[in-house]
């Protein structure tokens, strides 16, 4: 039994267009079925206050607000839609150390590029399964580093046996085709074959060759 997730909105806030557009493109087939996207940490709080995402996937690196910064921006909003939605950061760094930093902004998952189809899917599954308690002191705001499931969680993610009616069904479907020739179109633009990891560096430079 699969989540359901057409039922859900992903935001996801990316500097860097050939990687908003992979991230969009993996989330159409997964069947989310709303994708909104945001250039900046900046565009992205705007975007998080206006859609209420229930997952937002952020890059770290991006200016004037980075995903650092929006991460705390989003946990310390207390007129925010909802300060507890997970954040999955997308980031080429990988050190101990960073990952510490945005442990302690509030970040609920740590994702490293380049990554995978799976690599991004089991991000996801990981917010949806085992929901983070979240813990406050006089200087944070965020999910707890101990991982705890939430037995009672009965949130937008839960497994359901219920089917889509036929018209969210005819639209999930179509956008999963226009995710699966978005990313047939990059994987083959970069030279990549299905399964491989998505190098910015070779997305860049096919193009930067059209």
Avoid at 130 to 135: A, C, E, G, I, S
């Amino acid at each position: 039994m699969a989540y359901q997730l057409y039922r859900i909105t992903v935001l996801v806030v990316e500097d860097n267009l050939p990687m908003m557009e992979i991230a969009k493109s993996l989330l159409l087939t997964f069947g989310v079925g709303n994708v909104v996207t945001a250039h900046n940490g900046e565009e992205g709080l705007q975007m998080y206050r206006k859609h209420r995402p229930d997952i937002i996937i952020a890059d770290w690196m991006m200016q004037p607000v980075d995903g650092i910064s929006f991460t705390r921006l989003v946990r310390n909003d207390l007129t925010g839609p909802n300060r507890y939605v997970p954040i999955i950061l997308m980031t080429g760094f990988s050190e101990r150390r960073r990952v510490i930093q945005a442990r302690d902004s509030g970040v609920t998952e740590f994702l490293v590029k380049p990554f995978t189809a799976k690599d991004l899917y089991r991000r996801i599954v990981q917010v949806i399964e085992r929901p983070r308690q979240f813990v406050r002191s006089e200087d944070f705001f965020g999910p707890d580093r101990r991982r705890k499931l939430e037995q009672s969680y009965i949130g937008p993610f839960r497994r359901e046996a219920d089917f889509m009616d036929t018209k969210t069904r005819k639209k999930i479907e179509s956008q999963k085709k226009e995710g699966a020739a978005s990313l047939k179109k990059i994987r083959q633009d970069a030279g990549l074959s299905k399964g491989d990891k998505f190098d910015l560096d070779l997305v860049d430079r096919a193009e930067g060759d059209d």
